[in-house]
């Protein structure tokens, strides 16, 4: 072969991992090793390609909280794996720990981060699973937006906004569901971890719910949007994030900001009737705070997995809060309002608060409607709970 | 301490970390070590703890090629750390690898993903790094958006749609940029690793570049979307990202579904001179592709890191397109075009591939400005063609 030749093939062959990858990563393309690996009965093997190291642990999603650890196997060519045969169709998370080190699976493309942490997530296709997969018809639209918040002193705020299907082919008006994460969350939460646009997809499509918009805001009133977006920013710290749930600045920036910029932008049916808010935990007190200070605003509650506290504590001082609800409860079942609902897992270490709330409730003859689900304060529950909240609304 | 005190307290400690987490992870919240430490003179530490690791080496993109590796010290406390003090500002990736095994930072919850491999992320901010930092003024909306594509039979694809700063306010109608990707990317690419909007908002607010909107398309006529999008589709095999660039499908769909979608949906300004087309990699093949057979569609070319090759390799037909050179260039002559730019690395593979088109076009006496930059086939190149060639359009 004439060395021209040569060099060409050896350009050529450089040249195919470069396009493939289109970038500077390719000698990384080639990646014999298979993980997750999900087999045709549902099996799902893990493995990790880690010769020398002396242990490698994977924890997951479906295992008895993150401090579980199941250890992997070493075969001859320094690939460890595990394979579980008894996993639900569902979405899950995992991770790794070899020789001590955290680490996601390097094998797996799929990294969602949850507050500081991150995670390799797989979803294992099936019935159980269906409202979290992709819909063969149309599909909303997911919106990125900047919008101004005076309460907040902020020129731009970011939040995500969902559209139903059909949304740019109809004329037509649609009401408006404000969906609040939790402590240490922000505006992608609800979308990257909850999948809110696939469920809302799936309720929708199948007639369960009325189509609706979707406001997925940031509460945490310090920031201007998730701060890997905002380069500069510094991660949420754990100062940063109780505090402001105590200011209920955010409650006041939605109710100020958010909503007149989401009625004059979008084609929205306006008032309460057409306006409901839920939220998980943090976002669970803040429902609660909205619901008591601005009874005339929705007419739609889902508390999430957060109750009443009974001292003053993560910043949140309980006893304004609770003569907050001794004092406006009454203006709100004045008011009127179509569902209160609320719901919790009968592990999550807030149950004793929600029980709290609901005493509170029953002592003021105040209507609401009670979910307990199992498991705890977690993104599988809180998928659950959307799933079963939206199809309840504008109905 | 009454025992109903005591677990009151344990309650609310528990309660504490639950709250910040807003999930199950919440154990994993607390986090001593502080990587990337980005200090005040604009020197970087990067850290890890792996006290039983025999070995924790970091890769950066700033290093030559991810073949390079650095190897970290380890302190008395277990964690392992290294400082580089001549980093210029701009974006950066990392990985690192403990004792054989590619990791992330798990202490750095910014995490993005390029091909099938997934990096941890920083911005060092200073004037080089401007163009992706986050403008004080209104920026752009980012919108996820669903389409059918009749030439590929699929109900639905999904792209990624740029709307400018104060389209919502205005009632203008914009000109157009499509945008493509490179092999094994998909229609995140551009905004999750080419910061795509963040450089628009930036020339677009500085005056340097007109509003428009920008689409960005999944150039894999095989995909309806990025594969974790859509739960059960497989990730990219080698096989898959290669053909498709033969088929030429993607651009028929391009033209025959995606441009008329747009121009239906938003409002836009129609006609040749309102187009432009530019791409990287694959993304650059399509674009001399769509010059050549639809000569008519587009006024503004940019082929950014792609040539010609010299025979038939990846699948794609070169002696075909050399023909269809030679045959169409004059049609695109006649029908006149405001710039043809061609953009390449001097270190780029590619580069002999780009000197090949270079004499085709010399042949036919075809106008076009040539841009050669420093570096290789990567995304900071990427990232700077963009911020130039945007502001060349629709003046």
């Known amino acids: 072969m004439k060395s021209k030749q040569i060099l060409k093939k050896a350009f050529l062959l450089v040249g195919l991992f470069g ?33 020398t190291a002396d242990s490698v642990k994977i924890s997951g999603s479906w295992m008895q909280g ?55 997530a797989l979803i294992l296709p099936g019935e159980e699973s269906k409202n979290v997969q992709l819909n063969d018809q149309r599909n909303g639209t997911i919106q990125e937006v900047w919008y101004p918040s005076p309460t907040l002193n902020m020129d731009q705020r970011r939040m995500k906004i969902y559209l139903p299907p059909n949304y740019y082919e109809s004329d037509e008006n649609y009401p408006v569901l404000y969906l609040l994460h939790g402590g240490g969350g922000d505006e992608n939460a609800w979308t990257e971890l909850g999948f809110a646009n696939r469920i809302l997809d799936n309720v929708i499509h199948s007639g369960d719910a009325k189509p609706m918009i979707v406001v997925m805001t940031n509460g945490n009133p310090n920031q201007t949007s998730a701060w890997h977006v905002a380069p500069g920013h510094e991660p949420v710290r754990e100062s940063d994030s109780v505090n402001p749930m105590a200011t209920e600045l955010f409650e006041e920036s939605l109710v100020n900001d958010v909503i007149p910029f989401v009625e004059s932008r979008y084609r929205v049916k306006t008032g309460k009737e057409n306006r409901a808010v839920t939220g998980l935990s943090m976002g669970g007190w803040q429902t609660q705070k909205l619901a008591l200070k601005h009874p005339d605003v929705f007419n739609y509650f889902g508390v999430m997995s957060m109750g009443i506290i009974e001292e003053t504590q993560f910043g949140m001082n309980a006893q304004n809060h609770l003569e907050l609800t001794s004092q406006n409860i009454d203006d709100l079942k004045e008011s009127g309002y179509e569902l209160y609902w609320i719901a919790c897992g009968s592990d999550d270490f807030v149950f004793e608060s929600v029980n709290n709330m609901k005493r509170v409730l029953d002592n003021h003859n105040f209507d609401y409607v009670y979910r307990e689900s199992g498991g705890g304060h977690t993104w599988d529950n809180w998928r659950l709970y959307l799933s079963e909240f939206a199809p309840m609304l504008f109905q």
Chains 1, 2 share one sequence.
């Open 19 to 51: 396009l493939l990858s289109g970038s500077a990563v390719s000698q990384f393309q080639q990646n014999p090793v298979v993980s997750p690996d999900i087999h045709e009965n549902g099996s799902v093997t893990f493995r990790l390609m880690a010769p």
């Open 66 to 120: 993150w401090g579980a650890a199941i250890q992997l196997e070493k075969g001859e060519d320094g690939i460890w794996e595990r394979t579980f045969n008894d996993l639900t169709p569902d979405y899950y998370n995992y991770f790794y720990n070899v020789d001590g080190v955290r680490t996601v699976d390097p094998h797996n493309p799929w990294v969602i981060r949850d507050v500081r942490n991150t995670f390799s």
